[in-house]
């Protein structure tokens, strides 16, 4: 920035600092008042898709019930965990918060289960990876530049936002994917920021999980983590109705494991001592970490998660239904693109005469997987 503070003041060396950014696809000039990773975080909250988030499905279909998370919701909770992490470890906290909020940009209507049918849907077209998705929608599907295509977003926030990604793509992805070939570590803010990813979920689906009466709290003292701060919460209090003693449960189950991760992480950087973000980068193992015993205790819970609510039968039904609901879009699109808006259709064109069948089913992914969960079902209705 021209005018404002030094935004790598008070930044541990190997943060991702402004100084050593390697910068935006297209140039621009800098701000007056804002850092680059300040600009990017702002460019992902005023983005269309951004906004979709409200309405698309975390674990419950959104017209569920309006204290359920959504997207927007988890992607929220994401973030404030990531910049607490960041601040305490002085990493740079307006990265994270950008990483973290863009995170599931690309994620379908219907959560996993659209993925999932995507996917399939997309087999003989190059498949459809959210996370590959997110990365599209701030480079490629914005269009709110009258320069260029997408958010052109620094490379520090792309290669957080791509967390995994498959060799074929990898290939693809220039030096962006360099580090799946090469095994390579993203920034720790990535790290971070994937981490607290797995915290916000695993913790606000108990919360969400308990809410929808799918699992109770008899059912969760099977898991450790749950189970030792539910008998430090019972032993101080002799009567907590049950909404105060889920969340004062989940809040202590969240500073568990925050400060588990800072520990652990201070502990690894303290070892490792890395000089800057690219010794970071070329470490054999990621140094933001769980301890060991914590990371299997937040494994357990992930697989409580799994088994007894994202695959309860209530879930799976849904899972199904909106399935059927995606797959017969994306049917519906590939058959007949005039069927899309016409800038869908337009772009379903001209990609198709570039790369044939797989660029117009591309085009047609790309719009099936921006809808939200009701928008979805509205154009299934009218079809
Ligand atoms: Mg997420």
Do not use: W
């Not at 969240?254 to 303290?270: A, C, K, M």
């Amino acid at each position: 920035m021209r005018k404002g503070r030094d935004p790598d003041a008070g930044l541990a060396p190997y943060a991702a600092l402004m100084a050593t950014s390697r910068g935006r696809r297209n140039p621009e000039p800098p701000a007056d008042y804002r850092s680059e990773f300040q600009r990017d975080r702002d460019r992902i909250v005023h983005s269309n898709a951004f906004r979709r988030l409200v309405y698309k499905t975390q674990v419950f279909i959104n017209h569920e019930g309006d204290m359920y998370r959504t997207r927007l919701t988890h992607s929220l909770e994401v973030a404030q965990i990531g910049r607490s992490v960041a601040n305490a470890l002085a990493l740079s906290e307006p990265l994270t918060e950008a990483i973290c909020l863009a995170h599931d940009l690309g994620h379908t209507p219907f959560g996993h289960a659209g993925q999932d049918v995507l996917n399939e849907c997309m087999r003989e077209y190059g498949g459809f990876e959210h996370n590959l998705q997110s990365l599209r929608v701030v480079d490629e599907l914005e269009e709110r530049y009258a320069k260029f295509s997408g958010l052109n977003l620094t490379f520090e926030t792309r290669e957080g936002i791509l967390k995994h990604c498959s060799l074929a793509n990898a290939r693809q992805l220039g030096e962006l994917g360099r580090r799946f070939i090469e095994r390579e570590q993203p920034s720790l803010e990535a790290q971070i920021s994937d981490l607290a990813d797995a915290i916000a979920y695993n913790n606000h689906d108990v919360d969400d999980g308990l809410r929808s009466g799918l699992v109770t709290i008899d059912d969760l003292r099977e898991v450790a983590l749950f189970a030792r701060h539910h008998a430090t919460v019972s032993a101080a209090y002799a009567y907590l109705p049950s909404r105060r003693m889920i969340h004062e449960i989940g809040r202590r189950m969240i500073h568990d494991v925050v400060s588990d991760l800072i520990e652990e992480t201070t502990r690894r950087l303290g070892e490792a001592k890395p000089a800057n973000i690219d010794a970071v980068r070329t470490m054999p193992r990621p140094l933001a970490a769980f301890s060991e015993a914590k990371a299997a205790e937040h494994t357990d819970l992930k697989k409580f998660l799994r088994t007894r609510l994202y695959r309860h039968e209530h879930i799976e039904a849904q899972r199904s239904g909106a399935g059927q609901v995606l797959r017969g879009l994306f049917e519906a699109f590939m058959q007949d693109v005039t069927r899309m808006p016409a800038e869908h259709r337009d772009a379903a064109l001209a990609m198709e005469a570039l790369t044939g069948m797989a660029g117009r089913a591309r085009a047609v992914a790309d719009y099936v997987a921006g809808m939200t969960d009701r928008y979805a079902f509205q154009e299934h209705a009218r079809l």
